[in-house]
């Protein structure tokens, strides 16, 4: 790549030197001189509205604005002077104009630009009047509050909601003085609610109503650790004052996500102290879960294990863990009870998929990171809807196609965020990942996209492999799959001769059985691509998935839950989380749960999953706790833990030591030595706490040791479920499993459960928009409201899995879609 | 020729104030907006370069307020402090002396707050709008001063404005080229694509071969280089196609008129998709199998891929639109009098410019093989029909015909091309950069000379063609030198193929009879510049079959305002008139809104972001699209060069 050549000039006398390209205010950082800007932001597009930059350069006449000159060789500047000074005051005296003395009363008192800017530059008074028209104050979106008196028309909320999140919200409404921000719609806000616009909004105009008027931000302790949500990785600021969190942001310059979050980390952190929080251990005594002490819950506990060992040997006692759970805590409760009867809740599939990166590559987990996301040129979004599974990441994967003119296929079953700005959508029949990546594969050498040189250089195989694709039969792949090969020829253009794509492999990929035949030829697409080495991404939407199938828990949830209903487990430890309403195969493990003699639940919040157990244990949130995740791109994100856990409860690795005690066992380390348990796992460096935003990334993919990767034998496609109504089972980006229906400040934005049809199939079924419908399968019946959506392929529906009202998981088996029947709700 | 009570404008001070009338006739040289619909019908004009008084009667404080208020209402877009402010506050501190109650210390503060916000304010809106209210206070200050506490209300004036930047001017379409680049810039493409539709009905087919005026007009070149307007419409509208997204535009509500269109060219389908948007039933009658006229088999495929085309017509037959192939007018059983009995209630015709001008060579009309005209050569490689072979050719002409034919011709197997032109390389009326690739491609250049006869074997074979040198003398009407052949001067270029390119008229056989339309002796349709209507009711006409051979943003320009005139005849037939917009648009057509010498105070830049050519080597012996879209990175770099010259005129009747 051409670096760029390097340009001299001076700024106020001092020398400076940048890289061509750069501006004066670039610049003017580097050498240490002060410039007092306003709208500038790096998420953004220089907006040059604020004018307070203007510098003088010799020999020009005038000023300039210094954030969107470029420097030039022996440029002259004067940053500094009395006229500039002037101007400067004056831009501020236009702002302040009208601005209402609101400082007292607005929360952003104390981190405001106007504010510091205004004390910076001494305006003491404005000698202007202007008339101002109405001015309003939303009050009505959710989460957000939209000041207009306060709103200083900047234009970074407009910016940052349509470059970076490309929804674009906000529009300039009106011309000159009348300018205001508004809304596209004119109404109440209908967006991400990804508060981007909060965190850029220098003044007071865009607030957190969740924060509002709760604290000055000046008394307020920020602590550094990761999002206890999905597997992105976000490293958050919890801002707490004794003991308490009040508001959740992150820092823009060190954190690894740039300071961008979505709805879920910024203002879904509420349950952390709500009301309903487990806060004492309930024994089932009589039919009824009454409070006990943390010993006699303990005892019962180590009771229930000892009456179960007694009676099945160890092999009837297992765990199911859920995939937030910290790296420490999964791995000792895979040393207290085995680690093949520990398994992670609903996750065989991804844990199948991780088998095959391991076999086919010697690597564990994604090979590619979220930068190279960000650089690829082609990317493959397979059964991945990554705008509601990784909502931050998926920005990157936005900023390649838009900014980086990478060519994304949008491969998935229903329609999904980024299918809009696909150059090429390939809407499979759920259950059909497999059969799409035949085709994909067929035509990519059909059209001789791929990659010969690497394919020579570094594999072997091919040829073996190219004759398996010749002999595939497209038409019936075709069927399989409902798509049209010219649509599929289209993908596979787009991917051809990409010199960095990745694929990222979604829940609608790795389902059910066939997540090892997909994690299979997506390796093969790869090779032929040429770029295993930073090419393969598997989404997680847990904080902890990748991490939680490196601790040690080797156990097969499907295998946990089928011994269960078979009577073959005494007890069953289910650890975190609230499966019956969230995860594959929930009704199958609410008959376990009924055949199994002894069943304990752990939890923050004692759930639909509690209220079946014998013994629920409460436990600490991500907030409360010490603790090692690993993200989705292979890092070892560190949890620092940033208000003192809620009276009585413990965190899992706590409960398990105890338990380990009890029982006679040796207690796994209970005291988190500072990354020693990561270390020993799996060798990442442990990050001091200083530089915890750093966060180490796991070993990088080495080549095998014969030096050549290898094509896989080509799977046979499997049928994919028939039936008139497929279910579409997939989160959407305001939930993240169960736990943020705790959250109040989500269900702001997302309380209601609902499935979506295709007006045609409404119309059929007698069903308008808002009707309850009754869902059906398998014996199981839910009721829900109805949408719909006719991007959707007709014959398709889908319903998000998160809500206790309507658990979707329940009519699902082991793969995330279902034949279902759906009818109107009679009465 | 108008009068002048006072005058700024354009660098030249004129007062004429204290003498009488009889002297306020206008020097012959000075360009001024005399006219609005009427002619001389201008009391007063204000614009961003200063202003002028036609008479004494206009309120110079009143005009200023009117013109600040104008700013702030119609062209400050409020997203910089200096002029959304700024200018409020100027127009509240002028509204106050127009009203008898501004004190001394409003007067004070106005002069220096204009000039800073004409220094400080990020594009000319806010650059320019200071300026001839500055010049009003220094040349009327007493006016000013008299109002400070005068207790008397002065009336307002009512200004008729209009808001364009040079670029926008020159284009003739008009398009809103300072929006949608900086809609490229805020990375809202989508809308950038939206934008430029809004005037031209193909911006994927613009954005790659427009002749781009635009550019010629650009400010930014006065600092450094031109904008990319083309490209970066190129990149908006190809980013619309990659995406498969639909443009924003739609069918309107059914008016039950139908309208009869000839010639589904730029001009017949701009006028077609307005017409479709206004709600009328449109038939296009196409005399090829093909739509896009000139821009399908006159535009060779390196430079035009045909799908692009395609696609755009797809998307206006969408909307509604019919198009008819292979129906040509003028054809048994398809005439004049056959068109007039289908019951359209109006007719557009646009039927191009499709004959090639004769040599006045000696064996020209012989029919030697190897001899071939270049519309009629570029249109056998378009439609796939087999045409002249050979190694060696000669194309007589300077236009981009004659430069598509000698690269058409490289990509089919012809070893040595020439191009003869009559007059020099700086007379040449090709696009520079399809010049500059065809001498990279290796297509050799011949300047001063003229075809006199052509030379073919006794089989009636061509062989090659005897030239005579030329010179160049005075300038001709077209401003350009006009070229004498030097007696003695002949000589002979063999050669296999000799193609005439030097120019294209229209074919108007169809209209013999028709009643009231009229045709000029250059063969062309005599119809309106402004409404294109024609001297027969109900049908109207533009393009290059009005024109002459022009250019396809011209031929789309006359297809948007005929369909302008073609639904105000259908809501009500009445002799077309222009509206206020029009006649602010023609207003400013005639004074110069471009100064290529204007000093504009910002040191030199980044330069123009480019994008990649194909290699010779690769694109030498086929008709992929030689030119690459820009990458996102460099349009949003480009975009961000524009200087945004937006800037208000207001006229007072």
Same mark, same amino acid.
């Given at each position: ?230 597997? #992105? ?38 349950? &952390? ?200 039969? /497209? ?84 295998? /946990? ?44 919040? #004692? ?20 603790? &090692? ?60 706490? !200083? ?137 | ?147 400070? +506490? ?125 017409? #479709? ?8 009658? !196409? ?33 509604? /639109? ?27 015709? +646009? ?36 045409? /002249? ?265």
């Amino acid at each position: 790549m051409k670096t760029n050549p390097t340009v001299n000039l001076t700024i106020d006398g001092r020398p400076a030197a940048v890289p061509f390209g750069a501006t004066i205010l670039d610049a003017a950082r580097e050498a240490g001189v002060r410039i007092p800007h306003l709208c500038k932001h790096p998420w953004i597009h220089r907006l040059a509205s604020c004018r307070l930059c203007l510098v003088k350069v010799a020999g020009v006449d005038g000023v300039v604005a210094a954030c969107t000159t470029p420097v030039a060789e022996g440029m002259n500047v004067t940053a500094n002077d009395d006229d500039l000074l002037r101007r400067r005051r004056q831009q501020m005296q236009f702002i302040l104009l009208n601005h209402p003395l609101d400082c007292p009363v607005c929360d952003k008192g104390g981190e405001c630009k106007l504010q510091d800017l205004t004390y910076e530059l001494g305006v003491a008074d404005v000698p202007f009047r202007a008339r101002i028209g109405e001015q309003r104050i939303d009050k009505l979106s959710p989460l957000i509050e939209r000041n207009d008196e306060r709103c200083i028309r900047c234009g970074r909320c407009v910016a940052v909601c349509e470059e970076v999140q490309a929804v674009g919200a906000y529009k300039f409404a009106g011309r000159g003085y009348d300018v205001r921000i508004d809304t596209k719609t004119g109404g109440p806000l209908d967006c991400e609610f990804c508060g981007q616009c909060v965190a850029i909004c220098p003044v007071g105009a865009l607030l957190s109503k969740q924060f509002k008027h709760q604290a000055r931000v000046w008394e307020l302790t920020h602590t550094t650790t990761a999002c206890g949500y999905c597997g #992105a990785g976000c490293q958050l600021e919890l801002e707490t004052r004794r003991g308490r969190i009040f508001r959740v942001e992150s820092d823009r310059k060190r954190s690894l996500n740039h300071g961008q979050l979505c709805v879920r980390g910024r203002f879904g952190w509420d349950f &952390t102290h709500d009301s309903r929080r487990a806060a004492s251990p309930l024994i089932r005594r009589g039919g009824e879960l009454a409070p006990a002490t943390w010993d006699e819950a303990l005892d019962a506990v180590a009771d229930g294990v000892r009456h179960a060992l007694a009676g099945g040997g160890p092999e009837a006692v297992a765990a199911l863990a859920s995939a937030r759970l910290p790296v420490e805590d999964i791995w000792a409760l895979g040393q207290l009870f085995g680690a093949s009867r520990t398994a992670v809740a609903g996750q065989d599939a991804y844990a199948a998929a991780l088998r095959i990166v391991r076999e086919r590559l010697g690597h564990f987990g994604s090979t590619a990171t979220f930068a190279d996301l960000r650089e690829a040129d082609a990317i493959l979004l397979l059964g991945s809807d990554l705008a509601a599974e990784m909502p931050v990441p998926h920005l990157a994967a936005l900023a390649a196609s838009r900014e980086g003119d990478a060519r994304l296929v949008v491969a998935h079953p229903t329609p999904t965020k980024l299918e809009r700005f696909a150059t090429a959508r390939l809407r499979f029949r759920p259950g059909a990942a497999d059969a799409t990546l035949l085709l994909l594969l067929r035509e990519l050498v059909e059209q001789k996209g791929q990659r010969v040189d690497f394919i020579m250089k570094h594999t072997d195989g091919f040829a073996v492999f190219k004759a398996g694709l010749d002999r595939l039969d /497209v038409a019936d792949l075709c069927a399989r799959t409902g798509l049209a090969v010219d649509d599929v020829r289209a993908a596979a253009a787009a991917l051809a001769g990409a010199q960095r794509p990745v694929a990222v492999l979604g829940p609608q990929a790795l389902a059910g059985a066939r997540a090892s035949a997909v994690t299979g030829l997506a390796i093969d697409l790869l090779l032929a691509l040429g770029n295993v080495e930073t090419g393969l991404l598997l989404s997680a939407d847990r904080c902890n998935l990748a991490g939680s199938m490196l601790a040690g828990a080797a156990g097969s949830s499907a295998g /946990v839950i089928e011994a269960g209903m078979a009577g073959r487990l005494g007890a069953l430890f289910i650890c975190g989380g609230d499966p019956l309403v969230y995860g594959l195969g929930a009704d199958q493990l609410r008959k376990a749960m009924e055949v199994t003699g002894f069943v304990v639940a752990c939890d923050s919040f #004692a759930g639909e999953t509690a209220k079946k157990a014998h013994v629920f244990l409460p436990t600490t949130t991500f907030a409360e706790r010490d603790g &090692t995740y690993v993200s989705a791109e292979n890092r070892a994100l560190t949890l620092t833990p940033a208000v003192p856990p809620l009276a009585g409860a413990w965190p899992e690795c706590k409960i398990v030591g105890e338990l380990a005690k009890r029982l006679g066992k040796p207690a796994p380390a209970e005291t988190l030595a500072e990354g020693e348990i990561a270390h020993s796992l799996f060798g990442a460096a442990a990050a001091p706490r !200083e530089a915890r935003h750093l966060a180490a990334f796991l070993p990088r993919l080495k080549m095998p040791a014969d030096g050549k990767f290898h094509f896989g034998e080509l799977p046979v496609a499997a049928e994919p479920p028939h039936g008139d109504l497929l279910l579409v089972v997939g989160p959407i980006f305001q939930h993240n499993g169960s736990l943020s229906g705790w959250s109040k400040a989500i269900a702001q934005v997302a309380a209601a459960p609902f499935i979506e049809l295709h007006p045609a199939d409404a119309v059929r079924r007698g069903l308008r928009a808002g009707d309850r419908a009754r869902v059906a399968a398998d014996g199981v019946e839910l009721t829900a409201a109805v949408r719909l959506n006719d991007a959707l392929t007709p014959g398709v529906a889908f319903a998000p899995p998160h809500f206790a009202a309507f658990p979707a998981g329940r009519l699902l088996r082991d793969a995330p879609y279902a034949a279902v029947t759906v009818a109107k709700q009679s009465g | 020729m108008g009068r002048i009570y006072f005058s700024c404008w354009g660098g030249r001070l004129i007062d004429n104030r204290g003498k009488p009338a009889e002297q306020w006739a206008a020097p012959a040289d000075l360009k001024l907006p005399f006219t609005f619909k009427t002619t001389d019908d201008v009391r007063a004009f204000m614009g961003w370069d200063g202003f002028f008084l036609a008479a004494d009667g206009v309120s110079v404080v009143a005009l200023c307020r009117a013109y600040l208020e104008a700013v702030q209402r119609e062209a400050s877009c409020g997203e910089c402090f200096p002029c959304r402010v700024g200018t409020r506050i100027a127009a509240e501190l002028l509204a106050r002396l127009c009203q008898g109650v501004a004190v001394a210390g409003d007067l004070a503060q106005l002069e220096p707050l204009l000039a800073d916000i004409a220094a400080a304010s990020k594009c000319q809106v806010g650059q320019t709008a200071p300026r001839p209210v500055l010049k009003a206070l220094a040349h009327f200050r007493d006016e000013f001063a008299a109002c400070v +506490g005068s207790g008397r209300a002065i009336p307002p004036v009512q200004l008729v404005t209009r808001v364009a930047a040079p670029c926008q001017e020159a284009c003739p379409a008009h398009l809103d080229i300072p929006i949608y680049v900086e809609d490229v810039k805020k990375r809202r493409y989508l809308d950038s694509s939206d934008t430029a539709r809004l005037n031209c009905v193909m911006p994927t087919v613009l954005g790659r071969v427009c002749v781009r005026p635009c550019e010629a007009h650009c400010r930014r070149a006065n600092v450094d280089e031109p904008i990319h307007i083309k490209y970066l419409k190129r990149f908006a509208a190809d980013y619309e196609k990659r995406l498969g997204a639909r443009p924003l535009r739609r069918a309107g509500a059914r008016s039950g008129k139908r309208v009869a269109v000839i010639g589904a060219g730029p001009a017949g389908l701009a006028c077609a998709e307005k017409l #479709a948007q206004a709600g009328h039933a449109v038939v296009i009658f !196409e005399a090829l199998a093909e739509g896009g006229g000139m821009a399908a088999v006159g535009i060779p495929d390196y430079r035009l891929p045909r799908e692009v085309l395609r696609r755009e017509i797809r998307l206006i037959e969408e909307l509604g /639109v019919e198009i008819k192939y292979s129906t040509r007018l003028g054809d048994p059983g398809f005439g004049w009098a056959e068109l007039q009995q289908m019951g359209f209630d109006a007719i557009f015709l +646009g039927v191009g410019a499709h004959n090639s001008n004769k040599l006045g060579a000696e064996g020209e009309d012989q029919a030697y093989k190897g001899f071939v005209h270049g519309v009629a050569y570029l249109r056998a490689v378009a439609e796939g029909r087999e045409t /002249v072979g050979g190694k060696k050719m000669v194309v007589v002409g300077g236009g981009n015909v004659a430069i598509d034919c000698v690269r058409t011709a490289l990509r089919l197997g012809f070893d040595d091309v020439h191009i003869i032109y009559r007059r020099s390389r700086k007379e040449m009326p090709a696009d520079a950069v399809e010049i500059a690739d065809a001498e990279e491609e290796g297509v050799h250049f011949n300047f001063l000379c003229n075809p006199t006869r052509l030379l073919a074997d006794a089989a009636g074979r061509l062989t090659g063609v005897e030239c005579l040198r030329m010179e160049l003398g005075e300038p001709d009407a077209s401003g350009r030198r006009r070229p004498s052949p030097k007696a003695g001067s002949e000589f002979t270029i063999p050669t296999d193929v000799l193609i005439p390119a030097i120019g294209q008229s229209p074919n108007l056989a169809f209209l013999q009879g028709a009643d009231k339309i009229g045709v000029s002796k250059w063969s062309t349709i005599v119809a309106d510049g402004c409404t294109g209507a024609t001297g027969l009711p109900g049908v109207f006409s533009g393009g290059d079959c009005v024109t002459g051979a022009a250019t396809l943003i011209e031929a789309v320009a006359a297809g948007n305002r005929a369909a302008i005139s073609i639904d105000r005849y259908l809501l009500c037939p009445a002799p077309p008139e222009l509206d206020d917009r029009q006649c602010m648009e023609r207003l400013l057509a005639s004074i110069k809104t471009y100064d290529p010498q204007e000093k504009i105070a910002l040191p030199k830049g980044l330069p123009r972001q480019g994008f990649a050519h194909l290699p010779v080597a690769t694109r030498i012996r086929n008709f992929d699209e030689v030119e690459m879209v820009m990458s996102a990175k460099n349009a949003e770099t480009e975009a961000a060069r524009c200087l945004r010259c937006f800037r208000l005129a207001g006229v007072v009747l």
